[in-house]
């Protein structure tokens, strides 16, 4: 018994197409885009993904004309259209990887108050120096993503987007960005309302210990506010931690819902 799959030059063109869409997701994707993952099994994933959705999606209207046709001779605009699904893959990608700017941001600022942004360690995922407390908070925030299963919700947001922007179509660009820097200031609020707790008690401090100078002009301010800092951002960490747990799983269940909202409303 022989199976006998021939694909046409359309067929090709439109997996290549899901190719391109897939390299853009997987270069910016959290986990498996990080620096610390093999290119081959960044590779290998691509296109068990790319085949995947191909198979499933490419029976869609919306693709149907494009995958029947002879593409021959129309080179130039299948790179257009190539240059395009890589563009929405490296969207789809930032949209995922800028849920973890808030933590991030918390921790650096967190540590810049604690004066700890002189000690930095290396992140696998981002492959750049971070403080201590950025790489903690991205850890944690990186669990809990992976504990409420969302990256199965990445993965479903992958295939959402051909629905709402398949191969070929046109859609306003000006749309996506105007939504994007939307979603992004909504990203920044998250990440002040993350780290205001400890913020509130370190303004606290500096003020007792800027009276505390005015009062006692001998005592050196300098060197007793390091470690009145260090030790009461510690004990505000540990005091608000199941509050600031909850909050991650809200900024990150929230931000997922908001993505979804967009692509289903195209």
Known sequence: MTID???????????????????????LAPVIGGQNVPVRVKAAFVLFLATLLFVVRSGDLAMVKLASGDVLGLEPLLVVFAVRELLIGLFLGMLVKAMFI?????GDMIAHEMAFTMAQVVSPDEGRGLSILA??????AL??????????????????????AAPGESHSLALWLGWFLAYFVGILKSALILVAPVFLLLLVLTLAVGLLAKTV??????DFSFPTRILGALLALFAFFPEMAIQVERILTHN???????????
């Open 5 to 27: 799959i021939a694909l046409s030059t359309g067929q090709i063109a439109l997996w290549g197409l899901f190719v391109c869409r897939a390299t853009g997701l997987v270069l």
């Open 217 to 222: 002009p001998q005592m050196n301010a300098l």
């Open 143 to 164: 669990m809990m993503f992976l504990g409420l299963d969302l990256h199965h919700k990445m993965l479903e947001l992958f295939a959402l987007s051909f629905e709402s």
């Open 256 to 266: 997922t819902n908001v993505v979804f909202a967009f692509l289903k409303q195209l």
């Open 135 to 140: 790489v903690i908070f991205e850890f944690f």
């Open 102 to 106: 808030p933590f991030l941001l918390a």
